[in-house]
């Protein structure tokens, strides 16, 4: 695990923060959570489908969420289990197919369901007098104002709104999932901007501001070389490794 600097002012009342970027079969979660198990422990998102050249199997994947869900049953006041694009996809094939694992595309999808009361789109968590927001992506103003007639408007929009979607009936849960469906150009899409499960970092480098008020923590787009700080508002963490806040320090 690496520490993560944010420049917030101490709390020492608060435990500690691990976060789990991108998982994506990987084992590294494992060793992250070993003597954390009483501090705040975020999962990203992003379960399941591996990439081809780690040479992680599909099963191997499964096996990995499985036992995530497992560790959250085990801890669910500390762990926070948030959904990616690659996870959604299984609930709403609309939202992505990338690298599906087609063989066991209906036992995820029921393992998903089972356990959607366990998963959250997003997490905010008080930390030095801000807020953070945890996103599998990143939330951007120009996509509440694309969905805002959907997710609320701009100035009515709260994150947490996109949880209350996910779990409320089916029909708002197909809006949530509408919504999440935007790819922008950076990914290969035809959409202006991309969703908090589809934002490419480099929109928000090159224009795309994160919504205000908060400091973002997200992954999605793989970046092995380190964390990656857009413009002091938020950092993407998809660095195939798990960090540290220790919010006794700052």
């Not at 520490?3 to 691990?18: F, G, I, R």
């Not at 976060?19 to 975020?42: C, L």
């Not at 497992?70 to 992505?96: Q, R, S």
């Not at 922008?184 to 795309?208: H, I, N």
Request: with cysteine; hydrophobic share 40%; glycine share 10%.
């Amino acid at each position: 695990s690496a520490n993560l600097l944010l420049h917030l002012e101490p709390d020492t009342n608060m435990p500690n923060w691990v976060i789990i970027p991108d998982v994506h079969g990987r084992k590294f979660w494992r060793d992250a959570v070993q003597g954390h198990e009483e501090d705040k422990i975020i999962f990203l998102g992003d379960y399941v489908d591996p990439y081809d050249w780690e040479e992680i199997l599909p099963g191997e994947a499964y096996k990995e969420l499985l036992d995530i869900i497992e560790f959250k049953k085990a801890h669910p006041d500390n762990v926070v289990l948030l959904l990616g694009n690659h996870d959604l996809g299984y609930l709403d094939p609309t939202i992505c197919t990338c690298r599906r694992d087609c063989y066991r595309a209906e036992r995820i999808r029921k393992l998903f369901e089972e356990n959607l009361a366990l998963f959250d789109i997003v997490h905010v968590e008080d930390m030095g007098g801000g807020k953070v927001l945890f996103s599998h992506a990143g939330i951007g103003e120009n996509w509440i104002k694309q969905r805002g007639h959907i997710v609320g408007n701009m100035d009515e929009f709260r994150p947490e709104h996109l949880n209350e979607m996910l779990h409320g009936d089916l029909p708002e849960r197909d809006l949530l999932f509408l919504a999440l469906t935007d790819v922008s150009w950076f990914r290969g899409g035809p959409d202006k901007v991309g969703s908090p499960v589809w934002a490419d970092v480099q929109e928000y480098l090159e224009g795309e501001r994160l919504i205000g008020g908060y400091l973002h923590i997200f992954g999605h787009t793989l970046h092995e070389g380190g964390p990656i700080n857009v413009r002091n508002h938020g950092f993407c963490l998809d660095c195939a490794q798990a960090f540290i806040i220790n919010q006794n320090e700052g």
